[in-house]
């Protein structure tokens, strides 16, 4: 048997290739889920799977999975990978696709070094991780995770009003199986970090250990609005300062430079909005995270308790509505730790890492031992077309991704192995 | 000779007629410079001084005056009085027709009581004074008092593209009379304090001394924009959170409570303006007044440095723009004693306040010693249907005005006089 050898210049033209599926006139890149370039995307991944021999099935919410049975026993719980194909707009070409297309690449080289092996290897596309199209985000891991019923997710209308169910059937992906009719034994997801941290640091992957919790809020302060020339400071009922006040107040105390909590008040308005009126009226969101669910409910905590102060004292009233909350999600340690193994074997820096973003990893959590891999993202850029990272960086992350889908599926034994290699 | 007497239900009966010239089937009142509804509420107020015996002018730049000459010395410069009847969008009718109309209502008390002149009466209503069709505001006046060249002010385009001199000529007031014909010997314009101080305190009139200087300025903060779940604190460059820490040290430190320096950030918008983006981009607009010229620009030059200080420690840009600067306008002490003596006299609680919003008066002062009367308003708001001055309120207002033209044009002596009375 020989060592697993990855086809990384395969893996970078196939990135290149499916960047270029939903590219406008424009140059801009958008599949967003459900789309005709999302059918064109996935005919083109799907043809691919194929040609690699793997059983390809679209379940009833349009998740595509490929299966490699291979010498696995029938019955025995398949090592699942995976991402997404879906993107943004305006997207770059790595976020989700990498994932997707260097878990192909994997299969491809442990094929091609005769592997037997003891668990299938399936591969997975989720459908609508971004978002962006339909509400929420991951919503085929959501559902494939046993998270959402079928028939609701299906019910779902888009940004345009086209139902998931429609979107579905338009593009020729409106499955028959029922998602999650594959149990994972495990899920390790690929994926570049989309943010800083790695190249900031100098290393070469993350082993990424778990995923933030988010809080969404959104809130309504009323005051009253008067003339700004005539209006003495005692006798004002300011919305903007306090919101001003409390934005302050966060980075001053709740998520300070070098802490574990992050805040971000994305969108601010004012009303009536006018250069010489006191604004009676603002309005903002408030996005709060933290790795930590004790913490993160800690912060909102003291938040709400803040604004609620610096709002009596200026007479201004508050109304809060809540938009999201999902709870940390911690990965499974002994992949998190056959991921540092690997790197260590292979000499490539690396570190344990936080993911800020939400992932179709976080929903198979919920249902099997879970774990990502983390590669940097140049200057931390994502939902960019300026999102790249190198081939360098590319192939030593498929090449962790290979180590861990080998060591789970083909174990070193008497019945035959392999060792991730190359 | 008689004590003069106002007619106050006449002149409650005026204001409201005129208050419903302009009203919309929806019930706004709305008579915008040189518009249609302009056009009828100046021939109406027209008609009335006709009726009175004035001789009715109109200068160039649509300012309607009306002169009693009476007995008075041809050649002596005339006591003027008035304000203004254009309005702003869904407007109150006492902002400047109350005092266009107490001054008709001072003339005819004056004739009916038999007064000798000294000086002739002039009552004016100035052209577009609100400044919401055409910039700037107390357009007319400003051209009266030599502030701009009358053909650079019919030149102005309005912000439906109408130029002022097309405004007036299809109302029939572009008129011959070169602006500032008359020079006055002084000038008293009767008002609604639009603020809330007098009501706060119970006081009956204002003795306005002076007008605060008003300094408007407009900033941009560039930063970056970024992934609200992936960038550490320590990397964020958000030019929302500057925004906001301005604005709290404003209150803190600039325009605190109890102080003579107003500041109002009226506007405020972030871009790219999404729940999980920090926000690359914020615009705010910053209004801030005192009566005092040094503080004035003390309060813009401190502001200035604690918001690029404030902005370095972020890595954010500041870009700013003047957008207004008017110094400050010390009124007339020898009219402001006058109203005090006038307001002790009649047994009416008096204070000297300080004009928080521009008035003609301001433009005037340029050329004549001029001031203010100020009545209270209800809740201290303007600009708004619910403005409302009691009947009580506006006759007191009405009954110091009298006085100071009495007083002004005809002076107690040997050739007969009038003592102000009623």
């Not at 995307?41 to 691919?48: E, P, Q, S």
């Not at 037997?116 to 339909?134: D, H, I, S, Y």
């Not at 180590?403 to 290699?421: C, E, H, K």
Request: charged share 20%; with cysteine; net charge negative.
């Amino acid at each position: 048997m020989n060592r697993p050898t990855l086809d990384d210049a395969t893996l970078l033209a196939r990135l290149r290739e499916l960047g270029e599926v939903g590219r406008g006139a424009d140059g801009r890149l958008t599949r967003l889920a459900g789309s005709a370039a999302d059918g064109a995307g996935r005919d083109l991944v799907a043809g691919w799977m194929r040609a690699a021999g793997l059983a390809v099935t679209i379940d009833a919410v349009g998740n595509l999975i490929g299966l490699w049975q291979g010498s696995a026993p029938v019955g025995a719980a398949p090592v699942m990978i995976g991402s997404h194909i879906d993107t943004v707009i305006d997207a770059g070409i790595y976020d989700g696709c990498y994932g997707v297309l260097a878990g192909l690449a994997v299969i491809e080289a442990l094929q091609a070094a005769g592997t037997r092996l003891a668990r299938p290897v399936a591969l997975a596309a989720f459908t609508n991780e971004e978002g962006v199209r339909f509400a929420p985000d991951m919503l085929g891991s959501l559902v494939y995770a046993g998270g959402m019923a079928p028939e609701e997710a299906l019910a779902i209308r888009g940004t345009d009003g086209v139902t998931l169910r429609e979107a579905l059937a338009a593009i020729g992906y409106a499955g028959e199986a029922a998602p999650g009719f594959l149990r994972p034994h495990a899920y390790l997801e690929l994926h570049i970090e989309q943010g800083p941290v790695l190249e900031h640091e100098g290393i070469a992957i993350g082993a990424v250990d778990r995923l933030q919790g988010i809080s969404w809020q959104s809130f309504r302060l009323s005051g009253e609005a008067n003339h700004a020339g005539t209006t003495p400071m005692a006798l004002r009922r300011d919305a903007g300062l306090v919101a001003a006040q409390a934005i302050a107040f966060l980075r001053e105390a709740i998520a300070p430079r070098g802490g574990t909590t992050l805040a971000t008040v994305g969108t601010l308005s004012l009303d009536p909005g006018a250069i010489n009126v006191i604004p009676g009226t603002a309005r903002f969101t408030l996005d709060l995270r933290d790795p930590d669910e004790a913490r993160l409910a800690a912060a909102e905590q003291r938040f709400a308790t803040a604004l609620r102060q610096l709002a009596e004292a200026e007479g201004v009233t508050v109304e809060t509505t809540r938009l999201a909350r999902f709870a940390p999600v911690l990965f499974d340690a002994g992949l998190v730790a056959r991921i540092e193994a690997s790197a260590a074997r292979r000499k490539l820096s690396c570190r344990r890492i936080t993911s800020g973003a939400g992932h179709d990893a976080q929903m198979l959590a919920r249902i099997c031992p879970a774990a990502m891999i983390f590669v940097p993202s140049q200057g931390g850029i994502s939902h960019n077309p300026r999102e790249f990272t190198s081939p360098r960086q590319l192939a030593d992350g498929a090449a962790v991704l290979l180590d861990g889908v080998a060591a789970l599926a083909a174990p070193p034994g008497p019945a035959g192995a392999a060792q991730g290699g190359s």
